[in-house]
């Protein structure tokens, strides 16, 4: 496994939760790593993704309340969910890519109740 999620479960509206990563580090060292979700019926949309550097940028639906972070010791990237919504229930995806290639990892189920 190249990209292990962890992480989702069910929290209600305004709750949070945290969702790790871990990577290999052929995937993880020197490039970009980020998060998509999906919900039922939609596509797949990136919500945040991370430079190796430490750049990062969010969709306009999660800024101010969802935060992207990396730990380059450990090979993994998180995403810290904050006053989560209804909206937010989907399938999260971690990925890692670069001009050459894009790694998906095999997701994880949010469910935020009203």
């Known amino acids: 496994v190249q990209l292990q999620a962890s992480g989702g479960g069910v929290v209600q509206a305004g709750g949070s939760l945290r969702l790790s990563c871990a990577a290999s580090?052929?995937?993880?060292?020197?490039?970009?790593m980020g998060w998509y979700r999906q919900a039922p019926g939609k596509q797949r949309d990136r919500v945040a993704s991370i430079t190796s550097g430490g750049s990062t940028n969010y969709a306009d639906s999660v800024k101010g309340r969802f935060t992207i972070s990396r730990d380059n010791a450990k090979n993994t990237v998180y995403l810290q969910m904050n006053s989560l919504e209804p909206e937010d229930t989907a399938i999260y995806y971690c990925?890692?890519?670069?001009?050459?290639?894009?790694?998906w990892g095999q997701g994880t189920l949010v469910t935020v109740s009203s």
């Open positions: 990925a890692g890519w670069n001009t050459e290639f894009h790694y």
């Open positions: 580090g052929n995937i993880f060292s020197g490039n970009i």
